[in-house]
């Protein structure tokens, strides 16, 4: 039976996302989502797991790779190198091994008449690294896409440790569903405090969740101050460098906002500054204004807003 999809947001503990999909939230793996991915969002999500082999070494990250060609391309040759060191036997004694690297053979003629056949992959030779270097992808016919999964651990040991990823009937491309930890992306909701997972848009308590990702940091931030100050209703946010909350008022009344005589602490506002600033991004005054952010004359800044937040229950 095919449950129905909706829209939803996951990420991967702390090292990937969040990024926006469509998932069956009743469809798990030990609890964990199977989310399903736009091409942009395979894009994104393939530089992330890229940068994460860099950074942190490509036996232990799982890579994605997005190859574009055209339907009436020649084929192909796509070398994916890694920088762990290959363990095979032709290699000179007094020389490195070479890096690791899979080999993408892509017969774009074939993938667009859906052969099941039109990707070969294989562990990269020299031959391969040449064809790479001479085949470059041509044509002008329409946009073809191959997605590839690469598990280095056990690229040498297994040949099905590297496979393409095909786009279901929607498009959609299921990258580490029933394999990775996908959680949904959680938002707080100021009023009670309690926390649903994305898809979810209503709370328990009445209140529907911002539209934009903006206005959801806005709601976090207000649960983070509701913790120590749960009668605040708003604040106001400087932009003039880093986003930094500058006063919140309950009510009319503004709060104090001293560390020793103050609801507040430092590390308490510092987390709400964060939350912000890692929603603002590139954000336009468009932005600011679909998040509900109104801005503020103010003789010392062009850049003060005004944030509203729903009143914490206090019982």
């Known amino acids: 039976m095919r449950h129905e999809m909706i829209a939803s947001r996951v990420h991967l503990d702390e090292f990937l996302g969040p990024f926006e999909c469509q998932l069956d939230p009743r469809n798990r793996w030990n609890g964990w989502m199977s989310p399903y991915f736009t091409l942009d969002a ?8 890229i940068r994460m082999a860099e950074e942190d070494g490509y036996d232990c990250v799982d890579t994605i790779h997005v190859i574009d060609g055209r339907a009436d391309s020649r084929d192909t040759v796509h070398i994916i190198q890694s920088d762990v060191k290959r363990s095979t036997d032709d290699e000179d004694d007094d020389q490195d091994p070479e890096p690791l690297a899979i080999a993408i053979r892509i017969n774009w003629r074939d993938l ?3 052969a099941e056949q039109a990707t070969a992959i ?10 790479a270097r001479r085949r470059k992808p041509n044509g002008k016919g329409e946009t073809r896409t191959v997605v590839v999964h690469v598990r280095w651990q056990w690229v040498e040991e297994n040949h099905t440790a590297t496979n393409v990823i095909e786009p279901n009937r929607d498009g959609l491309y299921g990258i580490g569903g029933w394999e990775w930890t996908w959680s949904s992306e959680v938002w707080w909701c100021p009023r009670c405090g309690s926390y649903e997972e994305w898809h979810d848009t209503e709370c ?9 990702l903006l206005g959801v940091a806005t709601w976090t931030a207000a649960c983070v101050l509701h913790d120590r100050a749960p009668e605040a209703t708003s604040a106001l946010v400087d932009l003039t ?4 909350i500058c006063a919140v008022y309950a009510g009319d009344t503004e709060l104090d906002m001293a560390d020793d005589t103050g609801p507040f602490d430092t590390e308490t506002l510092g987390k709400a500054d964060e ?6 991004g590139n954000a336009t005054p468009a932005d600011l204004t679909a998040a509900g952010w109104e ?9 003060l807003y005004r944030i509203t937040f729903p009143a ?4």
Not at 122 to 131: C, E, G, I, N
Not at 204 to 212: F, I, N
Not at 312 to 315: E, F, H, L, S, Y
Request: aromatic share 0%; glycine share 4%; hydrophobic share 40%.
């Open 42 to 49: 395979a894009h994104e999500l393939s530089a992330q797991t």
């Open 312 to 315: 914490a229950r206090t019982n």
């Open 204 to 212: 328990a308590c009445g209140l529907t969740r911002p539209a934009t």
């Open 275 to 280: 939350v912000l600033r890692r929603a603002l």
């Open 241 to 244: 460098d880093l986003a930094r």
């Open 112 to 114: 667009d008449k859906g």
């Open 295 to 303: 801005h503020v004359p103010d003789p010392q800044s062009d850049r």
């Open 122 to 131: 294989a562990v990269a030779t020299r031959a391969a690294r040449k064809a």
